[in-house]
């Protein structure tokens, strides 16, 4: 429980359909913010009168992601912590102590849905039912779960999940994944968590409560460098290839632009700039560190939809196994500022098949 609206009327949802509830927090870091949503999240665990534990993970957090987002910075590409937040943290050890305290499952508030537990109805016998769910989602002989997306386009969280495997898979609930944001702001109303609706929604990134350029200045060195054009003309200096990203067009410091980030040249240290917006579109890209989510490589090469970012329309692709390790996706159509270190999905339909690095 973050303390804000969607894991609120998740809880008030299990609840309701007969599952013991116990909400936890994840305390992540010693941040204003944090300190106000736990006490958020623990008013509403005492609304829905139900159990409320505080794990720390402020350590492991740090650990396993700040100083995995610091290092890929510095390495210059732009990586996106949510996503190794969801793997190692959320659903890797939350739900270890998960099923340490006995749980049957554990459950989010992100807007996706599985196979096994798409459509949330409540049985008549709310506490066979329950037992009913925990047995098919573990006996031996279950087909595979699909992570699939969730029913409000504009709010499909799925992207954010690629690195998930069968084994989590089995043992999550997500009681908000059939309903719209506004459906679910209609239940906050039903289950007297109405003020949950007025609370201003996270910041992008919640370990960073500046902006990322300033974040990035006050954890990593300079490294000053030229900027050039694409014809290697030198046209200025940049403190440090980390504070820019592919496609960016404001604080460059460049007189007589627009310009934008076109490339990052790690081994010379060169910022590469264009003026035409029409260079940053490309066909063609490879990918590391691939998960299919099924377990299994599909048949290859797989047509797909692929989604580069994740407030981007899906575009119909192709993959393609180069090496043992390494995919190349083609797209039908180019595609602006595809971006080192960010995260390629693959989807067939609603179906969620996997993902992977931009390299």
């Not at 099923?99 to 016998?125: C, V």
């Not at 109405?194 to 200045?217: A, G, H, Y």
């Not at 500022?337 to 390299?359: D, W």
């Amino acid at each position: 429980m973050s303390g804000g609206l969607d894991s609120s009327v998740a809880a008030a949802l299990l609840k309701k359909g007969g599952f013991k509830v116990v909400g936890v927090f994840l305390k992540l870091a010693d941040l204003p913010t944090f300190k106000e949503n736990e006490r958020r999240a623990k008013r509403i665990a005492k609304i829905l009168k139900i159990p409320f534990l505080v794990l720390d993970l402020r350590k492991e957090f740090k650990k396993r992601i700040v100083d995995y987002f610091l290092k890929e910075n510095k390495r210059g590409l732009t990586p996106n912590p949510c996503v190794v937040c969801n793997k190692e943290i959320k659903f890797g050890l939350l739900l270890e102590k998960t099923l340490k305290l006995n749980a049957d499952f554990m459950a989010t508030g992100h807007y996706a849905r599985t196979n096994f537990f798409k459509n949330f109805t409540i049985p008549s016998n709310s506490e066979g039912g329950r037992r009913k769910l925990a047995f098919f989602a573990l006996v031996k002989n279950l087909q595979k779960i699909k992570l699939m997306k969730g029913r409000d386009k504009n709010k499909d969280q799925s992207y954010f999940l690629w690195m998930l495997n069968q084994k989590q898979l089995k043992r999550v609930l997500f009681p908000i994944g059939d309903y719209t944001r506004k459906e679910v702001e209609g239940l906050a109303k039903k289950f007297k968590l109405s003020f949950l609706t007025k609370v201003p929604k996270s910041q992008e990134i919640c370990f960073i409560e500046i902006t990322i350029e300033d974040f990035l200045k006050r954890y990593l060195k300079t490294k000053p460098g030229h900027i050039v054009d694409a014809n290697g003309k030198i046209l200025e200096k940049h403190e440090g290839l980390y504070f820019y990203t592919i496609g960016q067009r404001k604080g460059i410091g460049l007189s007589g632009g627009p310009y934008y980030v076109l490339n990052k040249d790690l081994k010379r240290n060169l910022l590469i700039v264009t003026k035409n917006e029409n260079d940053l579109y490309k066909k063609e890209l490879s990918v590391k560190k691939v998960n299919w989510i099924s377990g299994k490589e599909p048949k290859l090469p797989l047509k797909v939809k692929a989604k580069i970012r994740y407030r981007h329309k899906a575009s119909p692709a192709t993959a393609y196994k180069i090496l043992n390790t390494k995919y190349k996706i083609l797209l039908s159509s180019p595609q602006r500022a595809i971006t080192p270190g960010q995260s390629i999905v693959f989807y067939r339909g609603q179906e969620l098949l996997g993902g992977g690095i931009i390299c």
